[in-house]
C-alpha cells in the first residue's frame, strides 16, 4: 500500500528553510520513502510517498524535525544576518 502526504509551509524563511534541507533531500538514502520538495514564493512544499503507515510515520518525523531545526537555526541567526 502506497501512502503519500503533502505538506505546505507557508512562511517568509521558505527559502532559507529549503536551501538548508535540500542536501538531506539528495543524499539521504530512505529505503521505503522518497521525498520532494519545492519551493514557491512564500511557502515550501514537502512531498513524502512511503510504502507503509510505519515508513510514513518514521519519514514524518524524521522530516519535520529537520524542517523545525532549519526553522529555529534561521530565527535565532537572522539578527545576525549581514544587510546588502
Do not use: C, G, H
Not at 529505503?31 to 520532494?36: A, F
Not at 519551493?39 to 503507515?53: G, P, R
Not at 522530516?63 to 541567526?77: D, F, G, M, N
Request: aromatic content about 8%.
Amino acid at each position: 500500500m502506497k501512502v503519500t502526504a503533502e505538506l505546505i509551509f507557508e512562511t517568509s524563511d521558505a527559502e532559507s528553510i529549503y536551501w538548508s534541507i535540500l542536501p538531506e533531500v539528495k543524499t539521504t538514502d530512505f529505503e521505503r520513502s522518497v521525498v520532494d520538495i519545492s519551493i514557491n514564493e512564500s511557502d515550501m512544499a514537502l512531498n513524502i510517498t512511503a510504502s507503509d503507515l510505519v515508513s510514513m510515520r518514521s519519514a514524518l518525523n524524521a522530516w519535520l524535525r529537520l524542517v523545525q531545526i532549519a526553522y529555529e537555526t534561521r530565527q535565532v541567526t537572522q539578527p545576525f544576518l549581514i544587510k546588502e
